[in-house]
């Protein structure tokens, strides 16, 4: 199995929709990206302590690419926005790829390229891409919070 990371805005529905592709074995939500030990959803909320909200999958690179997940991350939010998703507003809520090895980072700058030029985004792409760090565990109630409670999010 090989993990990838990625924030694309409330982390509810990022993991709901990385969860129905054939390949991601398993995930969890939590908080990556930032400066503070162990924070929790309040902390991370505040804007204070640089982290997003992210999703950590693990993955069969026999059953899905990693280009595969990319391309569903590109679809799944707008990378045009600074600080928000839909009606999430703060930065906790960026577009962001955290790489796990030389290959994806290769492979997410080409993909981030291969989207600026597509013509598809009507403004500048503003994803950052940086080496996955420290991943930090959301709250046992952020878990799979659509699939156990229903609703739906933003994307």
Known sequence: MELATF???????V???FRRIE???DSEVGYTGGSLEAPGYREVCSGRTGH???VQLR???????YSDLLEAFWAMHDPTQIGRQGPDVGS???SAIFTHDQE???QAQQSLAEQQASGRWKAPIVTVIEAAGTFWRAEE??????????GSCHL
């Open 7 to 13: 924030a694309a805005g409330c982390f509810w529905g």
């Open 15 to 17: 993991e709901a929709q």
């Open 23 to 25: 390949g991601v074995v």
């Open 52 to 54: 997003a909200e992210a």
């Open 59 to 65: 993955f069969d690179p026999q059953r899905i690419r």
């Open 92 to 94: 906790q809520y960026r």
């Open 104 to 106: 994806q980072l290769r």
């Open 141 to 150: 109630y952020h878990q799979r919070y659509l699939e156990r409670n229903g």
